[in-house]
């Protein structure tokens, strides 16, 4: 292995300002995969790999990276691995990669997923993970989202990333318009329950910010508002959860319609 020793090192700055920066992410178009789960599952090509002194030492790690010769890894020591890893707790392996590009963003014919200002890195994350679990192919990102391919999304949606299409970026007004399916967002007031509503064809989901909600009008923009019954006292959901628990409705609703 090369090893990596000095924080001016052209390679760890590199990867640190990656791991870093959302603007440089999208400047070179290239993000960190951080952790042997994420490494693990991504199956396109590998730009760089770097290992801790003390992950090169786990065999789940040294196995992986034996069954790969033809990527060099670095080895870098424990202390500066750490700068670059957002874990507290790091497995001690990073890959560099290129962002994969979806296609151009067209309206999609079949069920999708349409986020407007999802800050939180945690809740974009596991939403992603959500939509890839029901069977979702396509997510597209509003302005104000958090940056999907940052290490902590990533991390929080567990190789998810690598099964959808995911558009950053994206007009969500035109989407909803041009949908030939049901446009649905998610209100407290609503009149029609997530399980009174038919979800048997495609359907094209809606959530907005955490704090704000929906745009009013991106919603007003959608054919049809949903909401979900809450009999506790409580005023609302974390939207991932929302997003859950609505993306299951529908994959329940398809399942019964084909038996």
């Given amino acids: 292995m090369k090893k990596i020793t000095s924080r001016t090192n052209a390679t760890f700055k590199l990867l640190r300002l990656l791991a870093q920066s959302s603007r440089e992410r999208r400047k070179q178009g290239r993000t960190v995969l951080d952790g042997i789960h994420l490494v693990s599952a991504w199956t396109g090509r590998f730009e760089l790999l770097a290992v801790s002194e003390s ?11 034996a069954a790969r010769s033809e990527t060099e890894p670095y080895l870098l020591d424990d202390s500066l ?21 979806p296609p151009r963003a067209a ?25 890839a679990a029901a069977g979702m192919r396509d997510v597209f990102l509003g302005p104000g989202c958090a940056q999907a391919w940052s290490p ?8 998810a990333h690598f099964l959808l299409r995911i558009h950053e970026h994206a007009a969500l007004d035109d989407i909803i318009d041009g949908f030939k399916g049901v446009s649905l967002s998610t209100t407290l007031d609503a009149q029609t329950t997530i399980y009174e509503a038919d979800l048997s064809g495609p359907v094209a989901w809606v959530f907005g910010n955490e704090g704000s909600g929906l745009a009013a009008a991106t919603a ?3 054919r049809l508002a949903v909401r979900i019954p809450m009999p506790g006292k409580i005023e609302s959901l974390n939207v991932a959860a929302a997003v859950a628990i609505c993306l299951f409705e529908e994959a329940r609703q398809k399942a019964v319609g084909s038996r």
């Fill in 55 to 65: 992950g090169a030492q786990r065999p789940e790690i040294r196995d992986w990276l």
């Fill in 81 to 101: 691995f750490g700068e670059i890893s957002s874990v507290d707790t790091p497995t001690g392996i990073l890959a560099l990669i290129a962002i994969p590009k």
């Fill in 107 to 131: 309206v999609p014919e079949s069920s999708c997923v349409l986020l407007d200002a999802i800050q939180d890195t945690g809740n974009l994350g596991s939403i992603l993970r959500t939509a």
């Fill in 152 to 159: 902590r999304v990533l991390r929080a949606a567990m190789g």
């Fill in 220 to 222: 007003a923009r959608t």
